[in-house]
């Protein structure tokens, strides 16, 4: 065998690998996204990460670097109320690290928060065509989604239950990512807030092909040529994979995340609230332990992740990931740190080779 299996994700999105890298907020860099892109796979980037003008910057770094298909990813939450109660809640539950730190807890946090996708980002979308535009947390409103397909975009989105996966199949999708909840960084749940329910990965697989008329992307767990072979094996056309490729010089962690990565296991990460306000898997560390995993102190996503600025700040400047999301998947000890259009050429051929001598 010398061509892969299943040719579905290959031919809708013009690549040559079926490997899509995880749009991942914070960690992608435009640089990653021409690596993936110009390996054969697709190079995906978390425009959540930045405003409207920084984001058209990055898309032009990346379309100076690679004329190959390339995915803009969006989240689709929708912006909570103002809760002063709860806020003054957080604040008061964080005070004591404040005070620990020798900084003010009176102090005014500094803003934060993710853009949801809306009709600035659609514009953006509009001006710059990317062959593929990939959402999380659901889909956007109908007459956004539509302004987006116009463009001749295919859309992706995150699953993580059949139920979701169903959702976003009626809704026209042109693949759905089935995210096991073995995978790093923020869950794309979208349905159900209950967390003891959510799926792992090579059970929620083919589940989600039988469910749906769609190719499927497989992601959470994947970080080497075994996991790519398995979800091939259980339906999936293609994966994604994010935890493997914050091993890569292209990508941009604080000096701390790095470090956790290295000694990274299978079971020193936890589904936690806490530093955003919106279930996530990182590695376990101080704030974790003692204010969560999940709290129901932490205000709603974006929010809980501004009073925590300052004591992320003070703490890595010291050595410290206590108050840093350190978003890791399960797999993180198969990694290899590597470049990451290596790491995409190396896995396919591994991969490949695999599926070829079975």
């Not at 989240?75 to 008061?92: E, S, T």
Request: proline share 7%; aromatic share 6%.
């Amino acid at each position: 065998m010398k061509s892969w299996p299943d040719r579905r994700i290959l031919d809708l999105f013009g690549i040559e690998l079926p490997i899509v890298q995880a749009p991942m907020a914070g960690a992608t860099t435009p640089e990653m996204v021409i690596a993936v892109s110009e390996a054969g796979g697709l190079g995906s980037l978390a425009t959540a990460q930045y405003n409207l003008d920084q984001a058209r910057d990055a898309i032009g770094v990346i379309r100076k670097g690679t004329a190959r298909p390339i995915n803009l990813n969006f989240f689709c939450h929708k912006m909570p109320a103002p809760d002063a109660a709860r806020a003054a809640a957080w604040r008061a539950r964080l005070e004591p690290y404040y005070l620990e730190k020798g900084l003010d807890p009176e102090a005014p946090a500094p803003a934060a928060g993710r853009t949801p996708f809306d009709d600035a980002l659609c514009g953006l979308v509009e001006n710059t065509r990317p062959e593929v535009v990939s959402f999380h947390f659901g889909l956007p409103d109908p007459a956004l989604l539509a302004r987006v397909r116009a463009t001749g975009a295919k859309v992706i989105a995150s699953a993580t239950t059949v139920a979701e996966a169903r959702w976003l199949d009626e809704r026209g999708v042109d693949a759905v990512i089935a995210m096991g909840v073995e995978a790093g960084g923020h869950r794309g749940n979208f349905l159900s807030d209950d967390m003891a329910r959510q799926v792992g990965t090579f059970a929620l697989v083919p589940q989600i092909v039988d469910a749906v008329k769609v190719p499927v992307i497989a992601a959470g767990a994947i970080a080497d040529a075994r996991g790519i072979v398995a979800a091939m094996t259980l339906g999936a056309s293609a994966v994604q994979i994010g935890t493997a490729y914050l091993f890569s010089p292209e990508a941009k962690l604080p000096a701390v995340h790095r470090e956790a990565l290295k000694t990274a296991s299978d079971d020193n990460t936890m589904v936690t609230n806490v530093f955003t306000g919106r279930p996530a898997r990182g590695i376990v560390n101080r704030l974790m332990r003692e204010v969560g995993p999940l709290s129901a102190e932490a205000p709603a996503f974006p929010l809980a992740g501004a009073a925590l600025g300052p004591l992320r700040a003070k703490a890595e400047a010291s050595g410290s990931g206590d108050f840093t999301n350190l978003w890791s998947g399960q797999a993180a000890r198969l990694a290899r740190a590597m470049p990451a259009g290596e790491l995409t050429r190396t896995l396919a051929a591994e991969a490949l080779a695999r599926l070829g001598a079975r």
